[in-house]
């Protein structure tokens, strides 16, 4: 089987180039750039691709990589930082550019060939991101690709299968990023895609095996698309060493606690044990308002009483959880030097209280890439095509202090959006659509009477892969139906 391996110097992006990679249906893992050369000859890559990253090459602790993987006689493709560091590496000069590019920008591809083949006379799209730029190529080296501002885009080595770039083709505002990955991957390294995710399927069935053995396996079901095929993929290894449960906190939808439960032992035929929690989880929120202190109570809340049900299972050694690499990449750096973006995720930290062996089995893959294994596992499309629902609930959707009463009203308030945007089929046009209850209330007229009622927001937002999201333009007759009723 073909294998990519891709360097991590720190790129927000990092995920996205594997992603891409998986789509071209060519196998890759992610390790950091520091990792040792023997550790790359073992893992036997036909090709390296090393990210991109906030650092500048010449800072004093910039992230580097052992200079000698470029002399193992593999193709190797720098993006952005990389590009920067192949560059200084080989002996070529990069600054700081006079003229920084970010977001849209254009570049003119001097050879369509090789990495360029098949691309257009002209200029070309693509999305920048660097503030540093080479000044001059290293020996050996031509420029293939120039931005509108003159800058070198491109550089390459045709006779070691060395490339950079200078743009992200890993991302969608790169309109042939795609095409360009699939010159280097199927052109130059000359690579035939041949990974599925039936193969990952298949690949993590036989890793769980090895690894549980006997022995049992805790996983903790939400009711989302994640924990499910989880618990689905979890079902299909280990059948007999899987323990389910699920919590319902009092702060899901309307119905869903019961919805959750049903499809697991009826159509999923997977045993699910359901613990009800609400009044517990409320009363430890009465009076809470800062959204941040929610979160913490009700994952302080959560772990404990997840302690509780695990004590009452003997002979448990493992805990599946359904963590994603977004939720990776905004709690913790991720194999390589990252920015940290977000603390509130609960990544890893439930094993350290209870001395339980972790198990994540979607810890490389986004949400897109879950639904797919959901549907290989035969699962109903009502839970692979659930929207994402953030682990305190509808608590964070409460502004204000989280009481009974308000609670039910969000409930049916969110109800009715899931509704009508599932009547207009837009509900799996969009990443996320729910309803927010504000800490106000307002006038407004009621048939021949004056009410003084809630005002509820509206949050919908489109994304691919949950890493980058933007507001959805909806029609107004959709808005219409929902503001009414």
């Known amino acids: 089987m073909s294998k990519v391996l891709i360097l991590d110097f720190g790129s927000q992006y990092t995920q996205l180039i594997a992603r891409r990679v998986r789509e071209l249906k060519v196998y ?76 849209f920008s254009k570049i003119h591809v001097l050879k369509r060939e090789g990495l360029f083949a098949g691309f257009p006379v002209g200029e070309t799209p693509v999305w920048m991101s660097h503030g540093d730029h080479v000044v001059s190529p290293p020996p050996g080296y031509e420029i293939i690709a120039e931005s509108h501002n003159k800058l070198h885009a491109a550089i390459g080595n045709t006779q070691k299968k060395i490339y950079g770039i200078q743009f992200h083709p890993e991302v969608v505002h790169t309109p042939l990023g795609k095409q360009l990955l699939q010159n280097f991957l199927y052109r130059v390294v000359g690579l035939e895609g041949n990974w599925s995710m039936e193969t990952f399927v298949e690949k993590k069935v036989d890793e769980i095996r090895k690894i549980v053995g006997t022995r049992k396996v805790l996983c903790a079901v939400s009711g989302g698309v994640d924990s499910s095929t989880m618990a689905a993929l979890l079902h299909k290894a280990v059948p007999d060493q899987l323990e389910s449960f699920f919590i319902d906190n009092g702060l899901l939808r309307k119905n869903e606690g019961e919805r959750v439960v049903d499809l697991f032992n009826r159509h999923m035929k997977i045993p699910l044990k359901k613990i009800d929690a609400g009044e517990r989880f409320l009363k430890e929120l009465q009076g809470i308002e800062e959204p941040e202190q929610k979160r913490k109570i009700i994952g302080r809340v959560f772990i404990d009483v997840f302690e509780e049900e695990a004590r009452k299972i003997p002979g448990v050694h493992f805990l599946a959880q359904g963590t994603l690499y977004p939720d990776v990449i905004e709690s913790v750096s991720f194999r390589g030097p990252s920015a940290t973006i977000k603390s509130h995720h609960n990544v890893g930290g439930l094993p350290e209280k209870m001395n339980l062996t972790l198990i994540e089995p979607f810890r490389e893959l986004f949400k897109d890439e879950v639904r797919m294994i959901g549907r290989l596992l035969g699962m109903a499309e009502e839970i692979v095509q659930r929207q994402p629902f953030p682990g305190p609930g509808l608590a964070v959707r409460v502004i204000g202090e989280v009481t009974k009463e308000r609670l039910n009203v969000l409930k049916e308030a969110d109800d009715i959006v899931i509704t009508e945007f599932k009547k207009a089929e837009f509900y799996n046009k969009v990443w996320q659509s729910f309803a927010v209850l504000l800490p106000i209330k307002t006038v407004g007229v009621m048939g021949d009477n004056r009410t003084y009622e809630n005002v509820i927001a509206l949050r919908v937002v489109e994304s691919q892969d949950g890493m980058t999201a933007d507001w959805v333009r909806l029609p107004p007759e959709l808005l219409g139906k929902i503001s009414s009723r």
């Not at 650092?55 to 590009?83: F, H, Q, W």
């Open 28 to 103: 890759c893992e992610i390790l950091p750039c520091t990792v040792l050369l023997d550790q790359i000859r073992k893992f036997s890559p036909d090709a390296i691709i090393l990210s991109g990253g906030p650092s500048s090459v010449y800072d004093k602790e910039a992230p580097t990589a052992d200079r000698r993987l470029l002399n193992l006689d593999l193709p190797v493709l720098g993006i952005c930082y990389g590009m920067q560091w192949i560059a200084k590496m080989e002996g070529g000069q990069v600054a700081p550019a006079l003229v920084r590019e970010y977001g």
